[in-house]
């Protein structure tokens, strides 16, 4: 079992030498039971059973407006979904992390981190309705990024977004994401963003 940390590390430009060892760390991903990313504010882990209550109570229709998804229509329907998330997570090619406080352990939202064995990463994110306006979303997209560039070796990411929702995009844009796309969605016009790895932030 590799019990390594995920680098926490704050590198102020990619050399040789840190793409060399960010390859080598990539070979193999980190088990999901050592997956710890955090900050001042925010502690990012695999999700769990444990968070499968919360995180339910928090999906609401005002939520995913600009969702591509709609919220589950019972606890049973909920629970078969999370539960297709476990083993994408503990193989490694596909995260969906539980946002918490630091301070008092209390649920945020959900970041994820999709199709990881390919060369198209994709960032995902909702911050519960009542803690808006906290920064956490940006906060927990730039750690994910950050660490999925040093841990796995993403090169870029892409970040779809519907037009509309200005919030969500500048968390793009504040992260050096320009968009490479205009598409429709069937809730909503959508844009893609490209946005470059993240090193430092």
């Known amino acids: 079992m ?7 590390t ?6 040789m030498d840190q793409h060399r060892q960010t390859q080598e760390r990539c070979e193999m991903p980190p088990s999901a039971q050592s997956i710890r990313i955090e900050s001042t504010r ?12 919360v995180a339910f109570s928090c999906i609401t229709l005002s939520l995913t407006r600009y969702m591509a ?4 229509a019972s606890r049973d329907e909920f629970d078969r979904i999370w539960q297709g998330w476990i ?3 503990e193989n490694g090619s596909d995260y969906v992390f539980a946002i918490r406080h630091r301070t008092d352990r209390s649920f945020l939202g959900l970041v994820g981190l999709h199709y990881v064995n390919t060369e198209k990463q994709e960032l995902g994110i909702w911050i519960r309705e009542d803690r808006h306006g906290e920064h956490f979303g ?21 970040y779809p977004v519907a037009e509309e929702n200005l919030p969500s995009r500048r968390i793009a844009e504040s992260l050096g994401g320009v ?23």
Request: with cysteine.
């Open 69 to 72: 998804w709609e919220p589950a």
């Open 138 to 158: 940006r906060e927990a997209v730039t750690l994910v990024a950050r660490w999925a560039t040093q841990t796995l070796g993403a090169e870029s990411f892409i």
């Open 10 to 15: 704050v590198l102020d430009s990619p050399t």
């Open 2 to 8: 590799n019990n390594r940390e995920p680098s926490t």
């Open 87 to 89: 083993p994408s997570i």
């Open 42 to 53: 925010l502690l990012i882990k695999p999700f769990s059973p444990a968070d499968a209550d």
């Open 179 to 201: 968009i490479v796309e205009h598409c429709e969605r069937p809730k909503y016009k959508a844009v893609i963003y490209r946005i470059p790895a993240v090193y430092c932030q």
